[in-house]
C-alpha cells in the first residue's frame, strides 16, 4: 500500500467508525424508548427497526439478541445520568451546597428523564440479572459513591457534619425519595386525594427532601 492509499484509506476508516457509532446509539436511543413503553417482555426487535428506521439485521450485527439490547440499554441510561452528575462539578461546592445540589439535580433529572424510572422497574422486575452480568454498569456507578464519600469525610473534617454516615446508604435515600414519590405518584394522589405533581407539590418535595437529608448528615 503506497503513502497516498494510507492516507486515503483512514478518513474511510474513521467515517466508517463514526457510522458505526451513529448507528449504535440510534439504535439505543430506539430501544430505550421501546423497553420504557412496553418492557423488556413486550418490546419487539421489529418495532425498534421501525424506530430506528434501520433494517433489523443491523441491530443484530451490533446487538445479539434482545437481552444484550436491554443490557446496552441499560448501561447507555447508567451513563448518560452519571455523565450530568459529573457535570455538577460537586467537589468544587460547599458539602452543604454539594449535598444539596446532588438533591436537586436528582429530582430534577428524574422529572426529566420519566424513561429513566420506568427501565429500572423493568430491570426490577427482572430481578436485575442483566445488570449483574454487566461490569461495566458497576464501573460507572462506584465513582458517584466515591465522590460522596469524599464530601461527607471533608463536611466532617469541617465540623459541619456529623460522622459515621455510609454513602451509600445516602445516596440509595436521595435517589428512593425521589424514585418512590414519582413512581408511584398516580396511586398516591388517588388515595390521598391530591394532585402532587402540581407545580407547588413538586417544590414542597424537593424542599422536603432537601431538610432530609441535610438534617441527618449536619452535626447538631
Not at 436528582?106 to 423493568?122: A, G, R, V
Not at 460522596?148 to 459541619?160: H, K, M, P, Y
Request: positive net charge; proline residues 2%; aromatic residues 8%.
Amino acid at each position: 500500500m503506497t503513502r497516498g492509499t494510507r492516507l486515503h484509506a483512514a478518513p474511510a476508516a474513521e467515517e466508517r467508525v463514526r457510522d458505526a457509532d451513529r448507528s449504535q446509539s440510534t439504535i439505543l436511543a430506539a430501544a430505550r424508548d421501546e423497553f420504557a413503553e412496553l418492557g423488556l417482555g413486550g418490546a419487539r426487535m421489529d418495532r425498534i427497526a421501525e424506530r430506528a428506521g434501520l433494517n433489523k439485521r443491523l441491530i443484530y450485527y451490533y446487538f445479539q439478541d434482545k437481552e444484550t439490547l436491554f443490557q446496552a440499554v441499560l448501561e447507555q441510561s447508567y451513563r448518560d445520568i452519571r455523565e450530568a452528575e459529573r457535570h455538577l462539578n460537586l467537589l468544587e461546592l460547599r458539602p452543604a451546597d454539594a449535598l444539596r445540589r446532588l438533591v436537586e439535580f436528582t429530582w430534577s433529572y428524574y422529572l426529566d428523564h420519566p424513561e429513566f424510572l420506568t427501565l429500572l422497574n423493568s430491570a426490577n422486575l427482572h430481578k436485575a440479572r442483566h445488570l449483574e452480568q454487566s461490569r461495566r454498569a458497576r464501573e460507572l456507578n462506584s465513582p458517584l459513591i466515591e465522590m460522596l464519600a469524599q464530601i461527607l469525610e471533608r463536611g466532617r473534617r469541617e465540623g459541619s457534619f456529623r460522622g459515621g454516615v455510609d454513602p451509600l446508604q445516602l445516596y440509595i435515600s436521595i435517589a428512593g425519595m425521589s424514585y418512590f414519590y414519582l413512581s408511584n405518584n398516580h396511586t398516591l394522589s388517588a388515595i390521598f386525594g391530591r394532585d402532587l405533581l402540581t407545580a407547588k407539590a413538586r417544590q414542597e418535595r424537593l424542599t422536603h427532601m432537601c431538610d432530609v437529608v441535610l438534617g441527618y448528615v449536619l452535626r447538631g
